[in-house]
């Protein structure tokens, strides 16, 4: 059974980079076919797709949020990190990584971590 962790810091300051690591284990991130992603979910709102790594180490980014978005990976460490610049309030969330394989229509998504929340505050 996959299971993914989140870490990194629940607080970040506007202007500044938000920066978060998943540490996979029980399966590894170049295995063919997974897409590791990063989703967020905003107060009161619905959930987001930020963007993925793929097995292959490309990488793919919801356009309106690609500008500010990087999403790397240490295969030494069976790990992926997002980085969000520049962020301000509107960048509050609980942040989740995931894995999922392509399918028919969409994707079938596996495991999932258990969410951090992200606050940006001065």
């Known amino acids: 059974q996959v299971q993914l962790q989140e870490s990194g810091p629940g607080l970040v300051k506007p202007s500044q980079t938000l920066s978060l690591t998943c540490t996979v284990s029980g399966g590894s991130i170049t295995t063919n076919y997974y897409y590791w992603t990063w989703i967020r979910q905003p107060p009161g709102k619905g959930l987001e797709w930020m963007g993925a790594?793929?097995?292959?180490?490309?990488?793919y980014y919801s356009p309106s949020l690609k500008s500010r978005t990087s999403i790397s990976r240490d295969t030494s460490k069976n790990q992926f990190t997002l980085q969000l610049s520049s962020v301000t309030p509107e960048d509050t969330a609980v942040y989740y990584c995931?894995?999922?394989?392509?399918?028919?229509?969409?994707?079938?998504?596996?495991?999932w971590g258990q969410g951090t929340q992200v606050t940006v505050s001065s």
């Open positions: 995931a894995n999922y394989r392509l399918a028919v229509g969409g994707a079938d998504f596996g495991s």
């Open positions: 790594i793929a097995y292959s180490g490309s990488t």
